[in-house]
């Protein structure tokens, strides 16, 4: 097993607008990404579970084999700037992908 932050050569998450968060996940490596792509561990069900939201708040993940990348988004719990909302860039909101475990 590994850790994504072991695996993944970028993430980040950024805004989508005031109600979409979206992270990406980017790899150097071929290899390594279709380990991760062919685990199965990026999945909405395991989004939902990181972030602790329903599934229904993930809206897409997408495996994009060209850029050797995923691309997830979600609704955010509160709209950017919103009261209550901690991240308004949604910039920190990628680190629960960081301890994500890959077989």
Known sequence: ?????E???EVTSKN???FILTCD???DEPSVYERVKQ???ISVDTVARLYKIEKSQV???IAFDQGLAFK????REHPSGDVGETDVFGAQQYTPLLTLEVP
Request: net charge positive; no cysteine.
């Open 39 to 41: 685990s199965g561990v």
């Open 59 to 61: 809206l897409h993940v």
């Open 16 to 18: 989508a607008g005031n």
């Open 25 to 27: 996940l980017v790899f």
């Open 72 to 75: 997830i988004a979600m609704r």
């Open 7 to 9: 695996l993944a050569k």
């Open 1 to 5: 097993m590994a850790k994504m932050l």
